[in-house]
């Protein structure tokens, strides 16, 4: 086998693996929540820090456009009081999360 075919086989299996990896619940759970942490993060921004309603009409847009649940970022934007603290909004979009499921 020559040079050019092995670089061939190996692009070959690396796209098979890219192609056929399925990323697991709690990868997808995990980005999801990262993208509901940084919507809100961006709202707390624009609304009681700015207070710039343009910038704040513009995210809650985007909100509608992606789809995303109104009430979970509700609840992570008046839930706690440091959106910051990663443990703090992860544990309170936990706890909203485990009124769905139940």
């Known amino acids: 086998m ?5 670089k061939t086989a190996d692009v070959r299996k690396q796209e098979t693996l890219l192609t056929t990896a399925q990323p697991t619940a709690e990868c997808r759970l995990r980005n ?5 942490f940084a919507i809100t993060r961006a709202l707390v921004q ?17 909100v509608a456009d992606r789809d ?12 706690c009081w440091f959106q910051d ?18």
Not at 32 to 36: C, F, N
Not at 68 to 79: A, D, F
Not at 85 to 102: G, I, K, N, R
């Open 68 to 79: 995303m649940e109104v009430g979970r970022i509700l609840n992570l934007l008046y839930g």
């Open 32 to 36: 999801d929540r990262q993208s509901y």
């Open 85 to 102: 603290d990663e443990t703090e909004m992860t544990a309170l979009d936990d706890a909203f999360l485990a009124l769905h499921v139940s």
């Open 2 to 6: 020559n040079q050019s075919s092995t």
């Open 46 to 62: 624009a609304q009681f820090v700015l207070a710039d309603g343009v910038l704040s009409q513009r995210l809650w847009q985007e």
